[in-house]
Every structure is written in structure tokens, then in C-alpha cells.
């Protein structure tokens, strides 16, 4: 069985991707305090742009990890599961960002579901063939 040291990179990203969830989900919060919208999205945008931008955060980012994990475990090679993870949060945050800012061009945000989908089938077809 291996140990927890080996598991260097997916601890990494689940860290980073946690971090990120925590921040993503005070950010809505504060939104709600602000606004003084306690439940659903009351019509205003803004609220709406955040709450789905972590919703799909929270949507995909737990099948990313866990692909990473199962391939890590499964000996893949740290240069890839950096590459992949790597790729993977570049993917979640311009996606995020497309979604509640105008900082990023609007053709990155499908760009980003494409690393973000990319990234997952990449990782789940190394499964099957490692």
C-alpha cells in the first residue's frame, strides 16, 4: 500500500481546489449579506453569476480530483498528474472568472470547459490503458 508522502500532487491540488472552494462560497455569501438576498438569487444577476460559477466549480472539480487521486495511486508519472492538475485548475479558475467578471474574454469560457472536460477524459482513458 503506499503512504500518504506519495500522494504529493493530489494533496497539492486538493488543497489548492479547497482553498478555492472555501473563497468561491464567501464570496456568495458576502454577496448575500450585502444584498440581503438569504435564499435563491432574488433576480439580481450578480448573485446568479456567482452562485452558478461555484456551482460548476463544485460540479466538476470533485471528478477531477478523484481521477487525479485513482491515477496517482495507480503510479502515473508526476510530470503528467502536474501537467493534468495543473491544467485542470487554469481550467476551473478562467472559468470561474468568465462567469462572474468581464476580466477574460468571453471565448475562454468555453476554452476552459474544454481543459476542464479535456482534463477528465485525458485522466479516465490513462486508467484504462496504464
Do not use: C, W
Amino acid at each position: 500500500m503506499l503512504n500518504a508522502l506519495q500522494l504529493e500532487t493530489t494533496f497539492l491540488f486538493a488543497a489548492i481546489f479547497g482553498i478555492l472552494h472555501v473563497i468561491f462560497t464567501l464570496r456568495v455569501g458576502a454577496y448575500r449579506f450585502s444584498s440581503k438576498i438569504s435564499l435563491g438569487d432574488g433576480g439580481d444577476k450578480t448573485l446568479l453569476k456567482r452562485v452558478r460559477a461555484h456551482a460548476n466549480f463544485v460540479e466538476n472539480v470533485p471528478m477531477g480530483l478523484l481521477l487525479l487521486l485513482l491515477n496517482e495511486l495507480n503510479g502515473l508519472a508526476e510530470n503528467t498528474l502536474l501537467i493534468l492538475g495543473s491544467v485542470f485548475l487554469l481550467s476551473r479558475l478562467t472559468h470561474y472568472v468568465t462567469i462572474v467578471s468581464r476580466l477574460l474574454p468571453v471565448f475562454m469560457r468555453p476554452l476552459s470547459m474544454l481543459g476542464t472536460l479535456g482534463v477528465i477524459l485525458a485522466s479516465a482513458i490513462l486508467l484504462l490503458v496504464q
